[in-house]
């Protein structure tokens, strides 16, 4: 597969025609839905889901389908059987790719901010994109898709998470917020000679592919 960082939290696996698209949000570039065979995901917040967004896709390409979970499913009543609401433990086929699904929750933002429904999806065994969690799926995880930068997190709990975890390479997804100033902190503690080794750590541009 093709892996193509686009906006924020948003990345395309591809394969030939196929185009699985995961958590096209409010930062997310206009081209990363061009030929979207599947949709993907992980929870209700804006920066990963626009509702209005997905309808407009749907209702233009008849073939298109979604992916997620129950609230992000209640905000788009009317679509009938092609948004397909998943949970931890499920396994499904999308566009030709087999996906799992892991995690039942957002992280703490805050004790008084209260917790949405979070979903992690990996895709063909080979690349997990956690969402808003540091869900540890009871697999092996080859590609992590890393949350570098959050609200609800630190940079600390990001190494700690590599250590668990033991992915064979992470990259950075969930960065937009943070500077230039800022990617190069993660990137010093995340990257070669950080805590956060041995699991090599890299960061792509949006628009920027890799195989895996």
Not at 2 to 8: A, I, P, S
Not at 27 to 55: I, K, M, N, Q
Not at 59 to 83: H, I, M
Request: aromatic share 6%; proline share 8%.
């Amino acid at each position: 597969m093709q892996l193509t960082k686009h906006g924020h939290a948003c990345v395309v696996l591809s394969d030939g025609e196929r185009r699985l698209v995961v958590d096209p949000g409010a930062f997310t570039e206009d081209d990363a839905w061009a030929g979207a065979s599947a949709l993907l995901v992980t929870h209700e917040h804006p920066d990963h889901v626009v509702p209005d967004r997905v309808r407009a896709a749907l209702d233009a390409d008849p073939a298109l389908e979604l992916w997620t979970n129950a609230s992000v499913a209640a905000q788009l009543e009317g679509l009938g059987t092609r948004v397909h609401v998943v949970g931890a433990g499920d396994t499904f086929t999308a566009a030709g790719f087999d996906v799992s699904v892991h995690g039942e929750w957002h992280a703490v933002i805050h004790p008084d901010v209260p917790r949405v429904r979070n979903v992690g999806f990996l895709v063909e065994g080979t690349v997990f994109h956690p969402g808003d969690a540091l869900t540890v799926p009871e697999v092996a995880v080859p590609t992590l898709l890393l949350p570098a930068h959050a609200p609800w997190s630190k940079t600390a709990e990001l190494v700690d998470y590599l250590r668990e975890l033991r992915a064979e390479r992470a990259i950075a997804v969930h960065d937009a917020l943070l500077s230039d100033l800022g990617l190069g902190g993660v990137a010093r503690l995340l990257g070669p000679g950080g805590p956060g080794q041995p699991t090599p750590y890299e960061r792509l541009v949006p628009g920027e592919s890799v195989a895996v």
